[in-house]
């Protein structure tokens, strides 16, 4: 196995035959059930993923916890609901592996779903680019990074906030973040993050907030340098 491929999931049953299936060769699934209801865990064990039961609940706690029982070099993340293609995963991964990025992001395209969501994830992009000088255009949740550096990141945030950190702190220490595009394709059941508009509003605040204590340890660490 060459690269670990974390997938975060609540109740994600009716997917995961489908998204376990079209895993690349070399690429092993962990499904970190995140108090799933359903039988998630027990199918995504049948069809031969590694299991991790993480009860914390949170989108980041499930990630965080996938990434520390990953042991791959190059570690994946991606949702677990169908709405991105497993077989290409490796258009995030070959950057990474042979030497060009260090973290890749995949851009949805179409960038389908509910307005609202669109948005959200458009205004954080752009803060991004401004603010950090990150070209991407949408902070899609299939991403490929070395695993051992993005441990000594040590991220903080166990909510919806988890992948800006990734790529604010990224950027911070001087990684190469890059952008490739990805199939965006209807995901099975309603989303937990954007279906709702109170869920876009919550994923925002999170993000909102991870920015905000981004720029306040910026600031103190200039002012302790200065």
């Known amino acids: ?76 993340f991606m949702d677990a609901d169908a709405s991105l293609d497993p077989r290409q995963l490796p258009r995030v991964a070959d950057p990474v592996l042979e030497g060009g990025s260090d973290l890749v992001l995949g851009r949805r395209m179409p960038h389908a779903g509910p307005v609202h969501a669109r948005v959200g994830n458009a205004v954080l992009a752009r803060h991004l680019r401004r603010r950090a000088g990150v070209p991407v255009r949408d902070l899609g949740p299939m991403r490929a990074c070395p695993r051992a550096a993005l441990v000594a990141l040590e991220l903080a945030d166990r909510r919806f906030g988890y992948p800006l950190e990734m790529v604010l702190r990224a950027a911070a220490a001087g990684w190469r973040v890059t952008e490739t595009t990805v199939d965006y394709l209807p995901r099975a059941g309603r989303s937990k993050v954007t279906g709702t508009v109170r869920g876009t509003a919550r994923a925002i605040s999170d993000m909102r907030r991870v920015m905000a204590e981004e720029r306040r340890t910026a600031a103190l660490s200039r002012e302790e340098t200065g």
């Not at 970190?32 to 998630?40: A, C, E, I």
């Not at 027990?42 to 029982?69: D, K, Q, T, Y």
């Open 1 to 76: 196995m060459k690269i670990d491929v974390v997938l975060p999931c609540l109740n994600e049953e009716a997917a995961l035959p489908w998204v376990l299936a079209r895993m690349p060769y070399g690429y092993r699934p962990i499904v970190v059930d995140n108090g799933s209801t359903d039988r998630s865990a027990e199918i995504a064990a049948a069809h031969g993923a590694l299991v991790v039961r993480e009860p914390r609940r949170g989108f980041g706690a499930a990630c965080h916890a996938g990434l520390l029982a990953a042991t791959a070099e190059v570690v994946c």
